[in-house]
Each structure stands twice: as structure tokens, then as C-alpha cells.
């Protein structure tokens, strides 16, 4: 069966310290994988994609992300956080057919200390 | 208006009502679908509309249904809803170009049935 699973609910991470969140997936084939953020009351942005070529991958506010095959993971990094990185993390994975789910993990909450 | 805009941003309404949840998207994009964010539930895909058809139907209850009159709007008609069904739903475009394609997501709809 096809799934995402974040093994993390809910992480607090000092102010300028590094973040990885983890990212873990079943799914038949090769698949596209996506990490959206969503804040409180708000929609889901994207940060990120792998489709192909690189395994490491760049996104926005610093984010970027590894692809490993042959741990089936798609973790999340960032060297130094920022307060405004309180938020929740959706893990994705998608089909190479396009107009299908997106199948998301539950979600990993981001708590930022100062 | 840029983006996938969604209106109303709060619904609250009885078991008896009917009301409709609308979704626009300005992003020029050929598929749109609609997504349903309950409490510790990882997002579930209810329909999706590719090149305004409907090609996949999540078993949703028959007491949503969507409409989709052109590939810039999605609505989905709500009728004698019940409470379990009180939750955050977000509408996402995408545009299908048969290599795969990134969901971008509006801000959702927060539904409260009473």
C-alpha cells in the first residue's frame, strides 16, 4: 500500500540551531516527492520537489531536501532556523500520472525556542 | 487575485443547510481538485477534475458533491452534513502535462458543522 510516514508529531528546535525532519515512504514505483508547510489557518505551500536528476534539492526559505532510494526517505534540512519556521510539515508523495492524490504523511509540528 | 483563492474562509453551518464552498484559481492550470484536513488525519483527496472531468472519486458520502464549470473554478455543494465532517478543506491546482505536475494549494475553508 501507498503511504508517507513522518515519525516525528511534533519538534522543538532552538533559534539558529539546524532541523531535519524525516520523511519515510511506500509507494510501487518511482515516485514524485514534495514537502509543503502550512501556518496556522492557512493553505499548504510548497517548498519543495524531487522529480528526477539530483537527489539533493533546493527550495525556499532556505529548505532543501535528500532523496534516498534505498532508504526510501525524503528528509528535510535547514542549517539554521528561524523563528517564522514555526509551523507544520507535510511530507508528499505523487504518481508519475499527473492529475492523481498527492498522498500525504500526518504532518510534522515545528516549535521554535528562543 | 494570484494564486488558488477560496471563499468562504469560515463556514459554519447546521446539519440541515446547504451551502457551497467555491475555489478559484488564477494560475492558468488544467486540473483542480479538493482535499479534506481533519484533526490527526493526514490530508484526504475527496475529487479530483482534470481538464474539467472528474477522474477520480475518493468514496466520498454522497452529500458532497462537486461541480466544476470551467478549469478556472471548483465548487463543492455541501447538503446535510454531519459534525464528523467539520474540518479544513483545501482546494489545489495543478497543471497535467503527462510527466507529472506540483498541486498548488489555496487557503482553505474551515467548516464547522453544528
Known amino acids: 500500500a501507498q503511504s508517507v510516514t513522518q515519525p516525528d508529531i511534533h519538534i522543538t528546535v532552538s533559534e539558529g540551531a539546524s532541523l531535519e525532519l524525516r520523511c519515510n515512504y511506500s509507494?510501487?514505483?518511482?515516485?514524485?516527492l514534495f514537502w509543503y508547510v502550512q501556518s496556522p489557518g492557512q493553505g499548504l505551500q510548497l517548498l519543495l520537489k524531487y522529480f528526477s536528476g539530483d537527489t539533493l534539492v533546493q527550495g525556499i526559505k532556505g529548505f532543501e531536501a535528500e532523496f534516498k532510494r534505498s532508504q526510501s526517505s525524503f528528509n528535510l534540512r535547514k542549517p539554521s532556523v528561524h523563528w517564522s519556521d514555526a509551523a507544520e510539515y507535510f511530507c508528499a508523495v505523487g504518481a508519475r500520472q499527473a492529475g492523481t492524490a498527492l498522498i500525504f504523511g500526518k504532518g510534522t509540528t515545528l516549535s521554535v525556542s528562543s | 487575485e494570484t494564486g488558488v483563492t477560496q471563499t468562504p474562509r469560515h463556514l459554519v453551518m447546521g446539519m440541515t443547510n446547504k451551502k457551497s464552498l467555491k475555489c478559484e484559481q488564477h494560475?492558468?492550470?488544467?486540473?483542480m481538485y479538493w482535499y479534506k484536513q481533519s484533526a490527526k488525519k493526514p490530508l484526504e483527496l475527496m475529487f479530483v477534475y482534470s481538464l474539467e472531468e472528474r477522474v477520480e472519486n475518493n468514496s466520498v458520502p454522497s452529500r458532497f458533491s462537486p461541480e466544476c464549470p470551467n478549469s478556472s473554478h471548483l465548487f463543492l455543494h455541501l447538503h446535510t452534513l454531519q459534525p464528523e465532517d467539520s474540518a479544513l478543506y483545501l482546494c489545489?491546482?495543478?497543471?497535467?502535462?503527462?510527466?507529472?505536475?506540483?498541486?498548488?494549494f489555496g487557503p482553505g475553508t474551515r467548516l464547522t458543522v453544528l
Open positions: 509507494y510501487g514505483a518511482t515516485p514524485y
Open positions: 489545489a491546482s495543478s497543471q497535467v502535462t503527462g510527466i507529472g505536475d506540483t498541486q498548488y
Open positions: 494560475l492558468g492550470h488544467n486540473a
